[in-house]
């Protein structure tokens, strides 16, 4: 990295291993929208981890990485809502598609931005320190005044702090090579202890409302594997009336006569769209036939391309 600018975040690996190791650290995993911030000199910029950029999202966030950090440098972290103690990916759903700043106070929904790195900082790269001397850089970098906050780790005890999170009903633990670079794309020094189910998924179809039910009844719902769209199942929950309306609106511009799935999808009433959305799903466990049990709808995301979508395996 010659000076700052975005660069493609680190994304953490799936595993079902919990495990304790002082040369490990352990952080919360947060239920938010990933955001790389890069400033150069002049006003800080927000992007997603696909390369969008979010400032009229989230302006107070601008706003506060305006005024202090320098003026250079590139941070990592997570911008999140809380519902009750707990982040909350549904919660900041009013703002992740607002493009006016104005629009997106006035949804009276409290957004902070949790840093977990420092990529950039005073003229230097800092990508291939360690990355406890990064988190030290990070530290003294900023105040950490609402709505900027630090992201704590812990050191070693990686499986008590699972255990914790779980209990609290968090969403899981990051753990991270204490010694390690910074790296781009996925990496197996970021790992994932996930406490609940939930990933990306592509939506292919949509299915007719019943009873007394607006738009539609349930979206079909699938993901990339062997070269095709594999289906893993429907999800009819999680909607209100407002977003069954909002959300169909989205779907009838996209319907098409053919199904994106790779194989027989056999759902009554069932309404083919081209493969562009990626909706957030929560569920209990994948079936032993690669479908979701008991899934509920968290949101739409725009900061994942719809043919990186796989599923995630440990």
Known sequence: MNGPGWREPTLATLTDRRFSDEDWIFERKLDGVRAICVRDSGTPTLYSRNHKVMDNAYPEIVEALAAQGGPRFVADGEIVAFDGDDTSFAALQPRIHVSDPDRARATGVRVYYYLFDLLYYDEHDTTALPLRQRKALLRDAFDFEDPLRLSAHRNAEGEKFYEEACRRGWEGVIAKRADAPYHHGRSPDWLKFKCAQGQELVIGGFTDPQGARHGFGALLLGYHEDGGLKYAGKVGTGFDEKLLASLHAQLRKRETRSSPFAGPVKERGAHWVRPELVAQIDFSEWT???????????????????????????
């Not at 979701?292 to 709808?297: G, M, S």
């Open 288 to 314: 032993r036939d690669g479908r979701l049990r008991h899934p509920r709808f968290a949101g739409l995301r725009e900061d994942k391309k719809a043919a990186d979508v796989v599923r995630e395996r440990a």
